[in-house]
């Protein structure tokens, strides 16, 4: 099963954004393939700041960066809302060194008719 997770949250509700990324690793983890989509205050994660400092609430969390980092490594996507990147003033700088894409909302629309399920946390 092929699986999209929509995120908007961002460092202000850290236990919603660790849920999304832990599913993300579960599902990976279990054999399916899952792609992230990161918008609103959600693409504020991937700033190295952030990456350190984010975490939820609960025996599975665990510091933002190891998730990111075992997602890419096992095949996952995450890709961060253009838009919400230039609302928020984040640049080609804040995502050197990482391998994520930017992406239009064209893209948002393209992940999610070629996924089975779509889960959303926003």
Not at 16 to 38: E, N, P, V, Y
Not at 94 to 111: H, I, N, T, W
């Amino acid at each position: 099963m092929h699986l999209l997770i929509h995120l908007t949250h961002g460092p202000e509700a850290p236990t919603q954004a660790d849920r999304a990324f832990l599913i993300a690793k579960t599902a990976l983890q279990d054999g399916h393939q899952a792609s992230m989509f990161l918008a609103g205050s959600a693409v504020q994660l991937l700033k190295e700041d952030n990456l350190d400092t984010v975490f939820g609430v609960g025996v599975t969390a665990t510091e933002l960066r190891n998730s990111v980092n075992e997602i890419l490594e096992r095949g996952g996507r995450i890709v961060l809302s253009q838009v919400s990147c230039g609302a928020r003033g984040i640049t080609a700088k804040d995502l050197e060194g990482k391998k994520v894409e930017l992406g239009s909302p064209s893209v948002l629309v393209e992940m999610t008719a070629a996924c089975d399920k779509v889960i959303t946390y926003g």
